[in-house]
């Protein structure tokens, strides 16, 4: 009896040890792959004489916001531009993917069936090759340099995106629940808002997070649909600040720094909903 | 055939559970199935709506633009020549050109191959139950998220010439000579943004090959254990036929998106030195904004899209086929 508890006790021991062992191995695989952004941080509270001191040191003897005071003076209209943009794309690609989304997943229709392969399409072209033709569009439509333009554009990021995964996830509510709304006399319409929308909350958060991230990190709208000043979102402000003060890294990396802690921010608080987005935008769309 | 199978189903509906619906009219007029099918139609609208005017037009727009004599001139004007197919043969056959194809192809597969490697070795990692793990692994996705321009000036400062750390930490090593030019060294330059791209792509590889492992069914791995199988036996004999469809995924999905990567080359080199990270899509850009070429840059475009289609067909044909 007594041996048997203290062999009880040695393999516990054991598995909690080589439990230990994979955490620290795996706090080291992370803090690897994680290092790049901890120095982007390090030298954002770095003086300007410190970030060139060679050897760097690997943590910084003082913390100075002298990077981030000048980020700042320059850059909140910027990721004030970038919020309104990110949030317009939210709502958008939102009021236009959700339905869609509970269509693809409850109606059989022949239409559908185009939609979806209409939608495997546009994922597959390049941003790249729709600037060219959106400029021209957007200039003739006097949507240049404008937040709706913006908005416009930056949802062709997320509405397909949206559609599947959204779709995904209101396949797995069964449309049984729809059909019991029925009773009341509502139409589709109304069994959407009233029945599928409510359940469907955590579907919906995760497209809009998506949404938001990607309108949040466009680049090359912002770049190209831009021809002046007047609206510049943070991702094409960095790229701007880094060509003007490409010697002052720590300010660089303040304005990095800035632009990233939307992703940080979204990541801590709705991590579970991005695993989630990542895996079935991908496996199952 | 529209309307049968929705007959079909209301059959269904009606022998399956005739109890649930006595709210249902015993025959539907015409009026009534029309009626619904408008209404479900109007779910798909702005979807459809919105593709037809934000993919399909200006796809449409890129190919004509493509056919004609297009420049800043023609823009301000409003007359552009039709020329056919000339775009494209001026830009095939210009040395930018496949200088960029070429390098897209090795920026491309020098990307993919660590990235998946990397991401797999992860996901294999942390298939291993431990504290923590899901934390981890969800904090591991944060490269990905970040926004491409953040990683591409932070790479290009982590590449710094003077005082860059990877430039100290290898210089310190006597590996590279001190302040060793990463992004002005033709070569090098492309080497230092397929680094930043495959950093950025290891979290999705891990995720998805992670939940690939997943829905593995852990029995497989009980009963070879029983048969003595060891573990690269394992793995080579049960996970890699198992994960072919998510590997295929993961690699298509890969090639189609580092396939049109512009932010990072365009932030970290801007296509230099002497075009020696030009892209495919960089060159796009370049044709259309720099040179203001919009015919030829959106012949380019073209181009870029193409192949993403070939890809994607060759992919569809091999997934189709049934595992051997």
Same mark, same amino acid.
């Given at each position: 009896?007594?041996?048997?508890?203290?062999?009880?006790?040695?393999?516990?021991?054991?598995?909690? %040890?080589?439990?230990?062992?994979?955490?620290?191995?795996?706090?080291?695989?992370?803090?690897?792959?994680?290092?790049?952004?901890?120095?982007?941080?390090?030298?954002?509270?770095?003086?300007?004489?410190?970030?060139? *001191?060679?050897?760097?040191?690997?943590?910084?003897?003082?913390?100075?916001?002298?990077?981030?005071?000048?980020?700042?003076?320059?850059?909140?209209?910027?990721?004030?531009?970038?919020?309104?943009?990110?949030?317009?794309? !939210?709502?958008?690609?939102?009021?236009?993917?959700?339905?869609?989304?509970?269509?693809?997943?409850?109606?059989?229709?022949?239409?559908?069936?185009?939609?979806?392969?209409? %939608?495997?399409?546009?994922?597959?072209?390049?941003?790249?090759?729709?600037?060219?033709?959106?400029?021209?569009?957007?200039?003739?439509?006097?949507?240049?340099?404008?937040?709706?333009?913006?908005?416009?554009?930056?949802?062709?990021?997320?509405?397909?995106?949206?559609?599947?995964?959204?779709?995904?996830?209101?396949?797995?509510?069964?449309?049984?629940?729809?059909?019991?709304?029925?009773?009341?006399?509502?139409?589709?319409?109304?069994?959407?808002?009233?029945?599928?929308?409510?359940?469907?909350?955590?579907?919906?958060? @995760?497209?809009?997070?998506?949404?938001?991230?990607?309108?949040?990190?466009?680049?090359?709208?912002?770049?190209?649909?831009?021809?002046?000043?007047?609206?510049?979102?943070?991702?094409?402000?960095?790229?701007?600040?880094?060509?003007?003060?490409?010697?002052?890294?720590?300010?660089?990396?303040?304005?990095?720094?800035?632009?990233?802690?939307?992703?940080?921010?979204?990541?801590?608080?709705?991590?579970?909903?991005? @695993?989630?987005?990542?895996?079935?935008?991908?496996?199952?769309? | 055939?529209?309307?049968? *199978?929705?007959?079909?189903?209301?059959?269904?509906?009606?022998?399956?559970?005739?109890?649930?619906?006595?709210?249902?009219?015993? *025959?539907?007029?015409?009026?009534?199935?029309?009626?619904?099918?408008?209404?479900?139609?109007?779910?798909?609208?702005?979807?459809?709506?919105?593709?037809?005017?934000?993919?399909?037009?200006?796809?449409?727009?890129?190919?004509?633009?493509?056919?004609?004599?297009?420049?800043?001139?023609?823009?301000?004007?409003?007359?552009?020549?039709?020329?056919?197919?000339?775009?494209? !043969?001026?830009?095939?056959?210009?040395?930018?050109?496949?200088?960029?194809?070429?390098?897209?192809?090795?920026?491309?597969?020098?990307?993919?191959?660590?990235?998946?490697?990397?991401?797999?070795?992860?996901?294999?990692?942390?298939?291993?139950?431990?504290?923590?793990?899901?934390?981890?692994?969800?904090?591991?996705?944060?490269?990905?998220?970040?926004?491409?321009?953040?990683?591409?000036?932070?790479?290009?400062?982590?590449?710094?010439?003077?005082?860059?750390?990877?430039?100290?930490?290898?210089?310190?090593?006597?590996?590279?000579?001190?302040?060793?030019?990463?992004?002005? @060294?033709?070569?090098?330059?492309?080497?230092?943004?397929?680094?930043?791209?495959?950093?950025?792509?290891?979290?999705?590889?891990?995720?998805?090959?992670?939940?690939?492992?997943?829905?593995?069914?852990?029995?497989?791995?009980?009963?070879?254990?029983?048969?003595?199988?060891?573990?690269?036996?394992?793995?080579?004999?049960?996970?890699?036929?198992?994960?072919?469809?998510?590997?295929?995924?993961?690699?298509?999905?890969?090639?189609?998106?580092?396939?049109?990567?512009?932010?990072?080359?365009?932030?970290?080199?801007?296509?230099?030195?002497?075009?020696?990270?030009?892209?495919?899509?960089?060159?796009?850009?370049?044709?259309?904004?720099?040179?203001?070429?919009?015919?030829?840059?959106?012949?380019?475009?073209?181009?870029?899209?193409?192949?993403?289609?070939?890809?994607?067909?060759?992919?569809?044909?091999?997934?189709?086929?049934?595992?051997?």
């Amino acid at each position: 009896m007594q041996s048997q508890l203290t062999e009880r006790a040695r393999t516990q021991r054991q598995i909690s %040890l080589k439990a230990l062992a994979l955490t620290l191995i795996g706090l080291v695989l992370t803090m690897a792959l994680l290092f790049p952004l901890y120095w982007m941080v390090i030298s954002s509270l770095e003086t300007n004489q410190e970030i060139f *001191r060679i050897p760097a040191p690997l943590v910084p003897a003082q913390i100075t916001f002298s990077g981030y005071m000048s980020a700042f003076t320059t850059q909140i209209p910027n990721l004030v531009t970038s919020l309104i943009i990110a949030l317009g794309t !939210v709502v958008l690609s939102l009021l236009i993917a959700t339905p869609a989304a509970y269509a693809l997943a409850h109606f059989r229709m022949r239409l559908t069936v185009v939609v979806v392969f209409a %939608l495997l399409l546009t994922q597959m072209i390049p941003t790249v090759t729709l600037s060219t033709p959106m400029f021209l569009i957007f200039n003739k439509l006097y949507l240049l340099n404008s937040y709706f333009g913006l908005i416009l554009a930056d949802s062709t990021y997320a509405v397909p995106f949206d559609i599947l995964i959204m779709s995904a996830y209101f396949q797995s509510l069964p449309y049984e629940l729809v059909e019991a709304a029925f009773v009341d006399g509502t139409n589709e319409w109304g069994a959407f808002l009233r029945v599928m929308l409510p359940l469907g909350a955590a579907g919906i958060i @995760t497209a809009g997070l998506f949404a938001f991230l990607y309108a949040w990190g466009d680049f090359l709208y912002a770049l190209t649909l831009t021809t002046t000043n007047t609206i510049q979102p943070i991702s094409l402000s960095i790229y701007n600040y880094l060509g003007q003060y490409e010697s002052q890294w720590n300010g660089v990396m303040a304005v990095a720094t800035l632009s990233a802690i939307p992703a940080a921010l979204l990541l801590i608080f709705f991590q579970r909903y991005i @695993t989630a987005g990542v895996t079935s935008g991908a496996l199952k769309g | 055939m529209l309307s049968k *199978r929705l007959r079909g189903r209301d059959v269904q509906v009606a022998v399956l559970k005739p109890e649930r619906a006595p709210w249902r009219p015993a *025959r539907r007029s015409f009026g009534y199935k029309r009626t619904r099918l408008l209404l479900r139609v109007s779910f798909l609208l702005p979807a459809m709506l919105y593709i037809v005017f934000f993919f399909g037009y200006p796809l449409y727009y890129s190919v004509s633009v493509s056919l004609q004599h297009y420049d800043l001139y023609a823009e301000i004007t409003g007359q552009a020549a039709f020329i056919g197919l000339k775009n494209y !043969v001026i830009d095939v056959g210009d040395v930018v050109f496949s200088q960029a194809a070429l390098q897209t192809l090795v920026f491309t597969v020098c990307s993919i191959i660590p990235q998946f490697l990397l991401g797999l070795g992860l996901a294999l990692f942390f298939q291993r139950h431990f504290p923590l793990n899901r934390f981890l692994r969800s904090l591991m996705l944060l490269p990905w998220l970040l926004p491409l321009v953040v990683s591409g000036t932070l790479w290009r400062w982590l590449f710094d010439q003077t005082n860059g750390v990877i430039d100290q930490v290898l210089a310190s090593l006597h590996l590279i000579p001190a302040h060793f030019g990463w992004l002005t @060294t033709p070569g090098w330059a492309l080497a230092a943004v397929a680094i930043a791209n495959i950093w950025i792509g290891i979290p999705f590889n891990m995720v998805l090959l992670y939940s690939g492992l997943q829905g593995i069914d852990k029995e497989f791995y009980e009963a070879a254990a029983i048969d003595g199988a060891g573990i690269w036996q394992r793995f080579r004999h049960i996970t890699l036929p198992l994960l072919r469809p998510v590997i295929g995924i993961v690699l298509i999905l890969g090639l189609i998106y580092t396939l049109k990567i512009f932010d990072i080359i365009y932030v970290m080199t801007n296509g230099g030195p002497a075009n020696a990270t030009q892209t495919l899509a960089t060159w796009s850009y370049n044709l259309s904004f720099t040179q203001q070429l919009f015919g030829q840059g959106a012949a380019v475009g073209n181009i870029i899209l193409l192949i993403s289609l070939i890809i994607a067909l060759i992919y569809l044909k091999w997934s189709w086929r049934p595992a051997s």
